[in-house]
Nanobody, 115 residues
Framework: QVQLVESGGGLVQPGGSLKLSCAASENIFNFNNMNWYRQAPGKERDFVASINVGGKIQYGDSVKGRFTIYRDGTKKTLYLQMNSLESEDTAVYYC?????????WGQGTQVTVSS
């Protein structure tokens, strides 16, 4: 069973930075794509960023230019570098990984942006 474990969330002031990590239990290049989503209280889960097995990267409109998704195959880890954080970025952030037949989710990590 694939496991994804997020870490790196916390409380940060507006304008600050955080780096989220998603450690996978197996080779991350086994997945067709890996993604970050977020869910704010009372809202639907929204797409944040993705990277596919070939390295193609996409971002949600609200995070373009501020967030960077990248991966380290040797560490079996996906990252999300978040800069210039805003209060609207407050949410639980989830890691997601997909094969042709399965979709896996982590437990989420809370990010709170507040002064």
């Amino acid at each position: 069973q694939v496991q994804l474990v997020e870490s790196g969330g916390g409380l940060v002031q507006p304008g600050g930075s955080l780096k989220l990590s998603c450690a996978a239990s197996e080779n991350i290049f086994n997945f067709n794509n890996m993604n970050w989503y977020r869910q704010a209280p009372g809202k639907e889960r929204d797409f944040v960023a993705s990277i596919n097995v070939g390295g193609k990267i996409q971002y949600g409109d609200s995070v373009k230019g501020r967030f960077t998704i990248y991966r380290d195959g040797t560490k079996k880890t996906l990252y999300l570098q978040m800069n210039s954080l805003e209060s609207e970025d407050t949410a639980v952030y989830y890691c997601n990984a997909n094969t042709l037949s399965n979709s896996y989710w982590g437990q989420g990590t809370q990010v709170t942006v507040s002064s």
